[in-house]
């Protein structure tokens, strides 16, 4: 079992930047378990892929949108993953959701909302322009 509660949503001018946070609580399972994933959802929108991390921090992987403006990393000891947003845009707008999927073998990242077992309640990010 895990539990997610994100942090550092808020309201910023466009081109400016953000961090988010994202805390894990797990029982079972140490946190280096786990690929670690955001994604967000924009009114009217589907949720759409942000970026993942695999469970060494060694693979990475960034929707089209967000390449070169948003940096994903992880620091086990404090079992946190964060997303660091820069050259924040209006588009950027939305709730944004972390997730985890824990990994028996392998040391892959997921794309797709369906390979992650948890969420987070989500933290807003509003840009304004």
């Known amino acids: 079992q895990v539990q997610l509660v994100e942090s550092g949503g808020g309201l910023v001018q466009a081109g400016g930047s953000l961090r988010l946070s994202c805390a894990a609580s797990?029982?079972?399972?140490?946190?280096?378990?786990?690929?670690m994933g955001w994604f967000r959802q924009a009114p009217g929108k589907e949720r759409e892929f942000v970026a993942a991390?695999?469970?060494?921090?060694?693979?990475?992987y960034y929707g089209d949108s967000v390449k070169g403006r948003f940096t994903i990393s992880r620091d086990d000891a404090k079992n946190t993953v964060y997303l660091q947003m820069d050259s924040l845009k209006s588009e950027d707008t939305a709730n944004y959701y972390c997730?985890?999927?824990?990994?028996?073998?392998?040391?892959?990242?997921?794309?797709?909302?369906?390979?992650?077992?948890?969420w987070g309640q989500g933290t807003q990010v509003t840009v304004s322009s």
């Open positions: 997730a985890a999927d824990r990994q028996i073998f392998g040391d892959y990242v997921g794309t797709t909302q369906g390979v992650y077992e948890y």
């Open positions: 797990v029982r079972t399972f140490t946190f280096s378990s786990y690929a």
């Open positions: 991390i695999s469970r060494s921090g060694t693979n990475t």
